[in-house]
């Protein structure tokens, strides 16, 4: 069953511009990460923000996440037209040694 | 960063037929291998876990005898969709973790797969 909600499904933003996706979970977590597929392509890891994390930081990459609201943002700064992929959010959590994924996010940046 | 190579990146197919895809861990020993299933523009879902040297784990709703999988070494995992048919046309993508955690997980490139 699905675990991770990603918000919006899609979003088309300019070059420069900063990208927020939002992912709602279920039930608790061990850790959160966030994954990107470029189409036709494997996903690559991008971060991971355990359970008593609230914030992240990775180069042009911000994740929060916030237990009490099941949530977790993924902010993209500075977007640049390469950043056009997909990007998922996937959860593990303890019942179970799995990595649940939601549905993505499109993301088109424009030159 | 590690590598995962999954050979092929497309395979079409004549219904009926079985097809082998493999997933190789390059530069590492995966213990666990994941086969997952995507539709186009949709979620990834998980189709098995693959144990190195003991069977799969396969999901619920997922034909073990449909989609058989072999993790004979540390390095490689194959997934063979046999008497395949349309409807099994499909992007398949493994991954593998290193060691027993779930923190990071390495990708293959991804088999899309066609049955005529």
């Known amino acids: 069953s699905q675990q991770g909600e990603e918000d919006p499904q899609a979003l088309s933003i300019q070059e420069g511009e900063n990208a927020t996706m939002n992912c709602s979970y279920k039930?608790?977590?061990?850790?959160l990460q966030w994954y990107r597929q470029n189409s036709g392509r494997g996903l690559v890891h991008l971060i991971l923000?355990?359970?008593?994390?609230r914030e992240k930081h990775s180069g042009r990459l911000r994740v929060t996440l916030d237990t009490s609201k099941k949530s977790s943002s993924l902010l993209i700064t500075a977007s640049r037209a390469a950043d056009t992929a997909s990007y998922f959010c996937?959860?593990?959590?303890?019942?179970?040694?799995?990595?649940?994924f939601g549905k993505g996010i499109t993301l088109s940046v424009r030159p | 960063g590690a590598v995962v190579s999954q050979h092929p990146s497309w395979v079409i197919c004549k219904s009926g037929t079985s097809v082998k895809i493999e997933c190789r861990s390059l530069?590492?020993?995966?213990?666990?291998m994941f086969w997952y299933r995507q539709f186009p523009k949709q979620s990834l879902m998980l189709m098995a876990t693959s144990n190195e040297g003991s069977k799969a784990t396969y999901e619920q709703g997922v034909e073990k005898d449909k989609f058989l999988i072999n993790h004979a070494s540390l390095t490689l995992s194959t997934l063979t969709v046999t008497s395949a048919h349309p409807e099994d046309s499909s992007f398949y993508i493994c991954?593998?973790?290193?060691?027993?955690?779930?923190?990071?997980?390495?990708f293959g490139s991804g088999t899309q797969l066609s049955v005529l």
């Open positions: 530069d590492f020993q995966a213990t666990t």
């Open positions: 039930t608790s977590i061990n850790n």
């Open positions: 996937a959860t593990v959590t303890g019942a179970n040694s799995k990595l649940t």
């Open positions: 991954s593998a973790s290193i060691g027993t955690g779930l923190e990071k997980l390495f």
């Open positions: 923000i355990r359970s008593n994390e």
